[in-house]
């Protein structure tokens, strides 16, 4: 036990240490380096909803009881690999060539002007798709938005970005006060949802990481409880990416909702470090994330999706960060595709090996031949 409790700290430590992100804005940089930002990257537009409390201008991890909805415009660099998100130390020695900068940020007044411009968004891209995604533990609002935009991008996700930024501590050591945070999120996620439902999406796809697993699936199954069709109805489909979720308290989620939304998704890696200490803390042996048994979900409809061979450092984030994972499925498309497709035929989509246990299929993905993998 002690091994683990020092194996703990030190991992502790080293997040702790770790060069947290912030925004820095184009207005912020000197002119010849703003001149560059117009053709040095893509720019990728993520409406947000949060309930983190706003002071001074900066949106912390206080709590908010009144949700505040706002538009980033963030710059997704051209020099640097699939997967990466690029932090500049400071506006002076940023570059827009290989560090991501804030475009231009605003904050509507009420939900009223989100949904008109979140309207307007759909209207430009000729399509009502949206993908709301959650954030997980331990994120800053930049870290949170700036992920949103490289994962947006990366996946060449064809629908409109939508983030919701609950008020996570943004420490390593502030899981406690993030698993609370989780709960009390709810109904910020809640009344997101109904914005965007609102503002004409066809297509809702939920998609959630780590801890924010939990704040997805908290609020749809009070939703379901609810009876809030309008939130409900509206859902095209749901990705959990490493859920930090305890694998009853899912089953009872998903049980009291009266069953999972379709088509339902998970990503998850039986090598996943980070959940294996959360599954010590917990005093479980499995987390969601790092199920290694699909015997204990068999009976819900769900596909597992196993992403162990792309580990990439902790195994925490396949999705959103191993390069070759990111080739693999090159876009909501062909997500959508293994989704709805029969389980004899998801290899060919998805290499890898299938299993099927009455209602749940899992595949084990395998590394494809000319995609770089971790080792």
């Not at 827009?96 to 904050?107: E, G, N, Q, S, V």
């Not at 997980?136 to 949170?144: I, P, V, W, Y």
Request: charged share 20%; with cysteine; aromatic share 8%.
């Amino acid at each position: 036990m002690m091994r683990f409790i020092l194996s703990l700290l030190f991992t502790l430590m080293l997040a702790g240490c770790a060069p947290r992100g912030n925004f820095v804005m184009l207005d912020e940089l000197p002119p010849e380096k703003a001149a560059l930002a117009a053709t040095a990257g893509v720019r990728e537009v993520v409406f947000v909803g949060t309930t983190r409390r706003e002071v001074g201008g900066q949106f912390g991890f206080g709590r908010a009881e009144k949700a505040s909805f706002l538009r980033y415009d963030i710059l997704v660099p051209s020099d640097r690999e699939p997967g990466e998100v690029t932090w500049p130390v400071n506006a002076k020695r940023a570059d827009p060539k290989t560090d991501f900068l804030t475009l231009a940020d605003k904050k509507y007044p009420d939900g009223k002007d989100f949904r008109k411009e979140l309207t307007a968004a759909m209207k430009l891209r000729g399509q009502r798709d949206v993908v709301v995604y959650v954030h997980g533990f331990n994120n800053t609002m930049a870290e949170s938005v700036y992920r949103v935009a490289q994962m947006h991008y990366d996946l060449k996700v064809p629908g409109v970005a939508v983030h919701y930024a609950w008020p996570s501590r943004g420490s390593a050591l502030g899981y406690v006060y993030d698993r609370d945070s989780a709960l009390f999120a709810r109904d910020g996620l809640e009344q997101l949802l109904h914005e965007v439902a609102e503002a004409g999406a066809q297509r809702v796809v939920l998609v959630a990481h780590s801890m924010g697993g939990a704040v997805a699936m908290e609020t749809l199954r009070q939703a379901a409880i609810r009876g809030d069709r309008r939130v409900m109805n509206s859902l095209g489909g749901v990705i959990l990416i490493s859920p930090d979720l305890d694998v009853d308290l899912f089953r009872a989620q998903a049980h009291a909702m009266g069953g999972l939304p379709q088509p339902f998704m998970i990503f998850g890696s039986r090598r996943d470090t980070v959940l294996g200490l959360s599954s010590r803390l917990a005093g479980n042996p499995d987390r969601l994330g790092n199920l290694k048994d699909l015997g204990q979900i068999a009976d819900l409809e769900v596909t597992y999706l196993d992403t162990a061979a792309y580990n990439e450092g902790a195994g925490h984030f396949n999705l959103g960060t191993s390069p070759a994972l990111l080739q693999l499925l090159g876009g909501i498309a062909n997500i959508d595709a293994a989704f709805r497709a029969e389980a004899a035929g998801r290899v060919g989509l998805l290499p890898g090996v299938v299993l099927t246990v009455q209602n749940a299929t899992a595949i084990i993905l395998s590394p494809v031949e000319g995609l770089a993998t971790a080792d």
